[in-house]
Each structure stands twice: as structure tokens, then as C-alpha cells.
């Protein structure tokens, strides 16, 4: 057990022949005794504040175990997002994909009905063409015709020129 101040200041020593001064042994004891007791109030003053930096170390140690747990979290979550906006990017792909192959088949059905109808229009116009070109064709032979002639031919008449619109016309209907 160690010492306490109490203990050097209570401390007798035996006196003998030319034994030492007895005033400078109680003082050098004196000293001792202030001494031994700054150095307790040290050591407790030292152990306080070491608690005192234990109880902060482990607060703090407390702390960083928390502060890394919270940024494996943030580190889950964003990976999550990622994978999430990753998905959600495909998804928005895959449906843009199907928009553009739909438009694109309207397009296609649209260009072929077009198509369709030009080659139409250009049958129908052909058949018009050559109907037409008939019509004009039987006209001018009505016109070339013997049937003028006799019509011309009658004594004393003239052929009316309205007669003979009437005629073209009644021929094109």
C-alpha cells in the first residue's frame, strides 16, 4: 500500500549517537509531504481528466461508428437509386423503342396506302386519257364522215353550225 501524506508527516525515527539534525530532517520531511501531496492532487487531477477524455473518446468513437453505419446507408441508398433510375432509363428506352417502331409501321401502312392510291389515280387517269382520246377519236371520224355531206347536200338549205354542236354534243354524251 502506498504511502499517504499522513504517514511521512506521523513517520519517528530512532534517535542515536551523532544521529542527524532533527530540525533539518522535519524540514526535508516537510517538503516531502508537500511535495507527495501535489503530486496525488496531480494524479487525481490527471485521472479525472483522463476519465474525462475516455468518456470523449468513447462518445466520439460512438459517433464515428455512426457516422460510418449512416454512409454505408447513404452509400445502399444511392447505389439503389442508381440501379433504380437505371431501370426506370431502360424502361423509358424500351417504351420510346416501341413508340418509334409503331409510328414507323403507321408511317409504312400510311406510304403504302398513298402508294396505293397513286397507282390508282394513274389507272384511273390512263382510263380517262384513253376514253378520251376514243372520244375525240369517234368525233373526228363523225366529223370526216359522209353523213356531213349529206347533210349539206340538201337543196336549198345550208347546214345550221348550231345543228352541228348539237350534234358533237349529243355524240360526246
Known amino acids: 500500500m502506498p504511502l499517504t501524506p499522513l504517514d511521512i508527516h506521523n513517520k519517528e525515527f530512532t534517535r542515536g549517537f551523532r544521529g542527524y539534525d532533527e530540525d ?17 492532487r496531480d494524479k487525481k487531477d490527471l ?14 468513437s460512438d459517433i464515428e461508428t455512426t457516422l460510418n453505419k449512416s454512409i454505408l446507408v447513404a452509400q445502399e441508398t ?34 403504302r396506302k398513298v402508294t396505293l392510291n397513286i397507282e390508282e389515280l394513274k389507272k384511273e387517269a390512263n382510263v380517262y386519257r384513253t376514253r378520251f ?31 352541228n354542236n348539237d350534234v358533237v354534243i349529243k355524240s360526246q354524251a
Open 78 to 111: 444511392a447505389e439503389e437509386v442508381k440501379q433504380n433510375a437505371n431501370k426506370e432509363a431502360k424502361l423509358i428506352v424500351m417504351e420510346a423503342k416501341k413508340n418509334a417502331d409503331r409510328i414507323i409501321n403507321e408511317a409504312l401502312e400510311k406510304s
Open 47 to 60: 485521472e479525472h481528466q483522463v476519465n474525462n477524455l475516455e468518456e470523449k473518446l468513447s462518445h466520439f
Open 133 to 163: 382520246r376514243m372520244l375525240i377519236e369517234a368525233q373526228l371520224e363523225l366529223l370526216k364522215s359522209d353523213d356531213w355531206k349529206k347533210l349539206s347536200d340538201k337543196p336549198g338549205e345550208e347546214p345550221d353550225a348550231e345543228e
Open 24 to 40: 533539518e530532517v522535519n524540514d526535508f520531511l516537510d517538503q516531502i509531504i508537500k511535495d507527495y501531496e501535489t503530486l496525488i
